[in-house]
T-cell receptor
């Protein structure tokens, strides 16, 4: 079944810098990709969803790139601020199993003022 | 707008005691519902999903069970807690293509 590897596990960036998180997936039949943000003690907040036929999507300071050849998904937070500090998860759903959402291991992002 | 509520917010329970966690969604008819477990500092693992009342599919059981007694309600339970059940339990519902998560329940088993 689908496996998702996420890196780095921890990331610290100065305020105003960019932060990049990368996920590598295994199933070429993956239909949808997602990025979630989890603040301490809270549930997951959906940041962005990307269909597999999209190479690039930008929304509110976030850029998601999908490289289907290398089976890589990335999230770029431009001009990070302390409020972006949280754990970020990528996730995917294969078209063969639309009920099973598979998560990466998570990246703990710290934005230092 | 849809809202998802989980109860209780947190539980501290003894090993061997029973457990029942609940999830309710409002504003969505016949939702697909999901239970996830998250170890402290870890990733999320899907446990169960349900597409309709009375029907639950198990993904990973972990000595837990789930039930869908009403269209808007999803229950996670066990008769006997293990230390390994500690963690964060999240309920989610499916929109068109995305899953939206509830606030979670923190479970500590001592």
């Amino acid at each position: 079944g689908e496996q998702v590897e996420q890196r780095p596990p921890h990331l610290s960036v100065p305020e105003g810098d960019s932060a990049v998180i990368i996920c590598t997936y295994t199933d070429s039949a993956t239909a949808y990709f997602y990025w979630y943000k989890q603040e301490p003690g809270a549930g997951l907040q959906l940041l962005m969803s990307v269909f597999s036929n999209v190479d690039r999507k930008e929304e509110q300071g976030l850029t998601v790139l999908l490289n289907k050849k290398d089976k890589q998904l990335s999230l770029n937070l431009t001009a990070a601020h302390p409020g972006d500090s949280a754990v970020y998860f990528c996730a995917s759903i294969a078209s063969s199993s639309f009920s099973k959402l598979v998560f990466g291991q998570g990246t703990s992002l710290s934005v230092v003022p | 707008a849809q809202t998802i509520h989980q109860w209780p917010v947190a539980e501290i329970k003894a090993v061997g005691s029973p457990l029942s966690l609940g999830c309710t969604i409002k504003g969505k008819s016949s939702p697909n519902l999901y239970w996830y477990w998250q170890a402290t500092g870890g990733t999320l693992q899907q446990l169960f999903y349900s597409i309709t009342v009375g029907q639950v599919e198990s993904v990973v059981q972990l000595n837990l069970s789930a039930s869908r007694p009403k269209d808007d309600q999803f229950i996670l339970s066990t008769e006997k807690l293990l230390l390994s059940h500690s963690g964060f339990y999240l309920c989610a519902w499916r929109g068109a293509y995305e899953q939206y998560f509830g606030p979670g329940t923190r479970l500590t088993v001592l």
